[in-house]
């Protein structure tokens, strides 16, 4: 786990600007790589993660300055006002799954390695076979469209009921890559949107997404940085406009900020989006897709209170 280096870790950390016993979170664990660089910082670090895995392996991190979290991160505010931690410094979240995730092959995550169809990030409720083979075509085509972006899912669909049961990644994928003709080495692999759309939708990555900023929103002090790594435009979208909206860049009248409404903005913008330099990308292809957006917050008040909307 030690040896795992996060995406955009150095812009990250240069980002959140930590001083000395600030209070900071990292709301997506994983295999602890940013976590350990704020502790190295002087951070007292609060660090979430939805995966019990994820959680045993951090034990393993021996300092009296962090605190392991089981819990979405959405639920930050709760969590930390359990542990008297309220206001925080900074919070960060690495959106997706984790290089650890990705590399176990009994999670399911992975379209290269053959292993059960899982992709439960909590481990917990409904498996992606379990969903596979009891969706309505219909359901299917759909969730492949809106979370994997894939312009043919009606076809990806028809062929995934018709080969029901599915049971293993590998098996998925080659029904997939079959249904629409892929040749590899020269197409983009739709077994990837594929995988990506079914993992989205179980585990709910985009409200929970949403139910983080604006959970960080209210957790932030006043001058605290909130820094944001996503990996595909979907994710990136959803950031973008909440910043765009919290910082008053909103054009008036959109649906996300009518002009009845408008109020103080509750962050600024720090900087322009971060992406990954050649360097990274050649050691870690993963992080090729990978976009960093950093806000600060304001002194205004939070725009909605916990569980409604904003």
């Known amino acids: ?17 930590i001083r000395p016993g600030e209070r900071h979170v990292d709301g997506t664990f994983g295999a602890g790589g940013y976590t350990r660089a704020m502790l190295a910082k002087g951070a007292r670090v609060y660090a979430f993660d939805r995966d019990p895995g994820a959680i045993a392996a951090g034990r393993a991190i021996h300092d009296a300055e962090l605190t392991l979290i089981e ?12 542990v008297d931690a309220l206001p925080v410094d900074g919070v960060t979240l690495d959106i997706g799954v984790s290089s650890m995730q990705f590399d176990q092959a009994d999670r399911g995550f992975s379209v290269q390695a053959d292993g059960p169809l899982d992709m439960r990030m ?17 359901e299917i085509a759909d969730v492949i469209y809106r979370y994997g972006e894939e312009r043919r899912s009606r076809r990806i669909a028809r062929a995934i009921v ?18 629409v003709g892929f040749i590899a080495g020269k197409d983009k692999d739709p077994a990837v949107q594929v995988f990506q759309a079914i993992r989205i939708y179980l585990n709910r990555e985009l409200d929970e997404l949403t139910g983080g900023l604006e959970a960080a929103e209210r957790v932030l002090a006043p001058g605290g940085r909130l820094a944001v790594v996503t990996f595909h435009s979907l994710e990136d979208r959803i950031v973008k406009q909440f910043l765009r909206d919290r910082s008053g860049q909103a054009p008036a009248g959109s649906r996300h900020l009518p002009a009845a409404k408008a109020r103080r903005p509750s962050f600024e913008a720090v900087g322009k ?20 957006r950093v806000a600060r917050r304001t002194s205004a008040e939070a725009w909605s209170n916990k569980g409604e909307a904003a």
């Open 1 to 17: 786990m030690s040896g795992h280096v996060p995406v955009l870790l150095d812009e990250v950390i240069d980002a959140l600007a």
């Open 273 to 292: 989006a971060v992406r990954p330099g050649a360097r990274e990308t050649a050691a870690n292809p993963r992080a090729r897709s990978a976009t960093l």
């Open 162 to 179: 018709a080969a029901r049961p599915l049971e293993r990644t590998l098996q998925l994928a080659a029904v997939v890559r079959k249904s």
């Open 71 to 82: 819990r979405r991160f959405s639920e930050m505010e709760d969590a930390l006002a359990d």
């Open 122 to 138: 909590e481990q917990a409720g409904m498996t992606a076979a379990e969903w596979l083979n009891s969706a309505d075509e219909a």
